[in-house]
Nanobody, 122 residues
Framework: HVQLVESGGGSVQTGGSLRLSCAAS????????MGWFRQAPGSEREGVAW????????WIDASVAGRFTISQDNAKTTLYLQMNSLKPEDTGMYYC????????????????WGQGTQVTVS
């Protein structure tokens, strides 16, 4: 079981940038797929970016392609989400999550979740 702690959220104006971090309690090797998900009030949780830890393969949802980048640190204990050219529709609670197995897979299959960090774009 991996414990995840997100940070880096905040309030920014349209066009601004934020960098989210997700610290994992332990080393996440290539068995793990990690992702960033977001949920706006009244909406379902949706995935925006995923990464195969160790291997480096990444997937970006079309809604954020060209604006968001997912990466990991060399120690493979921290996942990042660089968010540029933010729009009001990017507002929501952002979560990181991890699972062993296929990547990106289905949201419901992720069994390790952080507490979330709020992003507000106005």
């Amino acid at each position: 079981h991996v414990q995840l702690v997100e940070s880096g959220g905040g309030s920014v104006q349209t066009g601004g940038s934020l960098r989210l971090s997700c610290a994992a309690s332990g080393y996440t090797d290539s068995r793990y797929c990690m992702g960033w998900f977001r949920q706006a009030p009244g909406s379902e949780r949706e995935g925006v970016a995923w990464m195969r830890m160790g291997g480096g393969s990444t997937w970006i949802d079309a809604s954020v392609a060209g604006r968001f980048t997912i990466s990991q640190d060399n120690a493979k204990t921290t996942l990042y989400l660089q968010m540029n050219s933010l729009k009001p529709e990017d507002t929501g609670m952002y979560y990181c999550a991890a699972k062993v197995g296929s990547c990106p897979g289905k949201t419901k299959d992720y069994n390790n979740w952080g507490q979330g960090t709020q992003v507000t774009v106005s």
